[in-house]
T-cell receptor, first 115, second 116 residues
Framework: DQQVKQNSPSLSVQEGRISILNCDYT??????FLWYKKYPAEGPTFLIS?????DKNEDGRFTVFLNKSAKHLSLHIVPSQPGDSAVYFC??????????????FGQGTILTVHP | DGGITQSPKYLFRKEGQNVTLSCEQN?????MYWYRQDPGQGLRLIYY???????QKGDIAEGYSVSREKKESFPLTVTSAQKNPTAFYLC???????????????FGNGTRLTVT
């Protein structure tokens, strides 16, 4: 049972355009959401996060939007740069029950930004 | 520089052998985690430890064992009981998984284990 889903395995965009990566979740016990970026043969690095009490968080070129009613979040990168090419993982942290403190990851989306 | 060190980067073992993956952190983090990454499946939690001498099973703990004798170290043993051990293994840590639950995970660079 995949509680965090990234339904697009890959995304290709032109340099300078907007990249939008999507993530859906099913568990209403999640209260904190994160995006990680991963290059091949390296560990993921933290990119941006959002608490469930907010609907938007912005950090430079990166903005995360959260729609709690739809259980959907998205990461916007604008403008996209070739160095943004990587795998992006969405993750959610549980706050209660057996999910407490644990991160659940999506499958990842491979972003390719073409010059 | 503070960080998480996983060694070795690549590891090869014969089927039926146990193998231990090392993870050391100097971030003074209380919580440590082991994930495995398989193509198309994202990261799946194997074991985690919120404090020294304590650990809990994650979502796919079968065939694995861990220990947390020191705050800095959280080694993972892949036993011969693990049916599909070939994978990319990632160790991570965070300040605290309880009250500090909004602290992001810091990951090591991973160990790629190949079992033939």
């Amino acid at each position: 049972d995949q509680q965090v889903k990234q339904n697009s395995p890959s995304l290709s965009v032109q340099e300078g355009r907007i990249s939008i990566l999507n993530c859906d979740y099913t568990n209403s016990m999640f209260d904190y959401f994160l995006w990680y970026k991963k290059y091949p043969a390296e560990g993921p690095t933290f990119l941006i996060s959002i608490s469930s009490i907010k609907d938007k968080n912005e950090d430079g070129r990166f903005t995360v939007f959260l729609n709690k009613s739809a259980k959907h979040l998205s990461l916007h990168i604008v403008p996209s740069q070739p160095g943004d090419s990587a795998v992006y993982f969405c993750a959610a942290r549980g706050w209660g029950g057996t999910s407490y403190g644990k991160l659940t990851f999506g499958q990842g989306t491979i972003l390719t930004v073409h010059p | 520089d503070g960080g998480i060190t996983q060694s070795p980067k690549y590891l090869f073992r014969k089927e039926g052998q146990n193998v231990t993956l090392s993870c050391e952190q100097n971030l003074n983090h209380d919580a440590m985690y082991w994930y495995r990454q398989d193509p198309g499946q994202g990261l799946r939690l194997i074991y985690y430890s919120q404090i020294v001498n304590d650990f809990q099973k994650g979502d796919i703990a079968e065939g694995y064992s861990v220990s947390r004798e020191k705050k800095e170290s959280f080694p993972l043993t892949v036993t011969s009981a693990q049916k599909n051990p070939t994978a990319f293994y990632l160790c991570a840590s965070s300040i605290e998984s309880g009250t500090g639950r909004n602290s992001p995970l810091h990951f090591g660079n991973g160990t790629r284990l190949t079992v033939t």
